[in-house]
């Protein structure tokens, strides 16, 4: 292979066993910039110093390449120095919204809802832990046998999770989960992942002050649908956000937004959910928008919502809008206090107005299939009134999902409560008496 085939082969994807090429440029472009003038540049400003640099260095000793092929040895190059490598096109990528890192030579890749693998690979598992490294040492964490798992952040937001040996027995693996670009109800509606009658009852349902938990599988579009909500909040209102890492993106002017902490390398300095939840009940908020509950912090959600803050929103993991709210009843049995799990039921009867169920299809589309009232009351048996749910038909060779969303009676009650808020019942959801289903008293432990 002569040398421009391995130039053009380094700048796509490294070959083992050849000229590092990247390595070796990379080193006399660090060895000729002053790092400590350099760290005063902005990014972009730092890039642009570096490509210039390194072009005179091309330009002076380098070998004979097409403009094709010195551009991509450039970036190759600069994004070893600065970025993550061959990660950085990926990251780059606005159809790409999940990249998944299984050892050094396999990369998958998330677009439009679908796995896909891409040819990008690591030249080594050294270079692969060099950008590991790069990752977690910029939020002051570390990686090694002895702290095998962690999650980070990386500059532009997204979250990082890794896995090394001897845990990962495949060699190391990364995840980076891309924050979802906020959509606006109307373009859920164009993507199918709701229509306008149910629209306009979750509008209906936010300004009306219910409060409404969102709940779906991994990757089901929970924090998108949270977002869209959120928008029919009024402007007027103080908002405060709880997040593991800030995904939601709120147009509203009054918005306090926190965001938990890991612990530092000394194991201390951690700040939970559950911290910050019950932080935000002293800070006057009018709702509370809790990214996703997971533990003891559920309680405190349960009696915020119960207590002055209605219209409150939060997403929770569940495999169907009934077990939504179970999963709240085990959630918070995980506080500290020795709660029955009566008096849990009847926090969740008093509290949770509505939950609305998301999927992801065979296609990839994210879309809701299931919007339930609680019904139940006290200490009652858990009782849902189906509102709307999405009919699908049976998927063909081409897996595309085609169905159509049903509109189901609202109960007295609820259109009721609609109204007295000042809000009109969306068209196709007449307030008769819905069907509900419940779900057997559970026994206390």
């Known amino acids: 292979m002569g040398l421009r085939e391995r130039i053009t082969d380094v700048a796509d994807q490294p070959v083992p066993g050849h000229v590092d ?41 380098g070998p004979v390449l097409s403009t094709y092929e010195r551009s991509r040895l450039i970036r190759r190059v600069v994004d070893e120095a600065l970025g993550l490598g061959v990660l950085e096109p990926l990251l780059e990528d606005p159809t790409i919204t999940e990249i998944m890192v299984n050892g050094p030579d396999v990369i998958f890749v998330e677009r439009s809802g679908r796995l ?38 990386l500059p532009t937001g997204e979250r990082v999770n890794v896995i090394v040996p001897p845990l990962s027995l495949s060699g190391p693996a990364m995840t980076i989960r891309r924050f979802p670009r906020p959509y606006s109800i109307d373009e859920l509606v164009a993507l199918g992942a709701i229509d306008v009658p ?20 991994t990757g089901s579009g929970k924090t998108t649908m949270l977002n869209a909500l959120s928008a029919f909040i009024p402007a007027r209102e103080r908002i405060v956000t ?18 938990s902490r890991p612990p530092n390398i000394e194991g201390r300095g951690q700040v939970t959910i559950r911290d910050l939840m019950r932080n935000s009940l002293r800070m006057r908020p009018d709702r509370i928008i809790v990214g996703e509950v997971r533990g003891g912090e559920t309680l405190d959600m349960l009696q915020a919502m119960s207590t002055g803050h209605e219209g409150s929103l939060a997403t929770v993991h569940a495999n169907s809008a009934e077990d939504a709210v179970m999963r709240l009843e085990t959630l918070a049995s995980m506080s500290e206090l020795q709660i029955p799990f009566e008096a849990l039921r009847d926090q969740i009867n008093s509290a949770v107005d509505a939950i609305v169920f998301l999927a992801r299809g065979s296609d990839g589309v994210r879309r809701i299939t299931e919007v339930a009232a609680v019904t139940s009351a006290r200490r009652e048996a858990f009782q849902l009134t189906t509102l709307a749910d999405f009919d699908q038909e049976p998927v063909g060779p081409d897996r595309t999902v085609q169905g159509h969303f049903r509109h189901l009676p609202l109960p007295a009650a609820l259109a009721e409560r609609l109204l007295r808020a000042g809000e009109r019942v969306p068209p196709g959801f007449p307030s008769l008496p819905g069907e509900h289903r419940s779900f057997p008293r559970r026994e206390p432990r």
């Open 21 to 61: 090429l990247v390595a070796d440029y990379r080193r006399k472009l660090l060895a000729e910039v002053d790092l400590a003038e350099l760290s005063t540049f902005s990014a972009p400003q730092r890039r642009a110093r570096l490509e210039r640099v390194l072009s005179r260095t091309l330009s002076r000793e």
């Open 116 to 153: 896909e693998r891409v040819e990008a690979r690591f030249p080594s598992v050294d270079q692969l832990y060099q950008t590991i490294d790069r990752i977690v040492s910029a939020v002051n964490r570390r990686v090694d046998e002895s702290s095998p798992m962690v999650d980070a952040r």
């Open 242 to 259: 709880i997040e593991d890492a800030a995904e939601l993106s709120l147009q509203q002017e009054h918005v306090i937004r926190l965001e």
């Open 198 to 217: 149910l629209a306009g009852l979750l509008a209906a349902f936010v300004r009306a002050r219910l409060n409404i938990i969102v709940s779906g599988g």
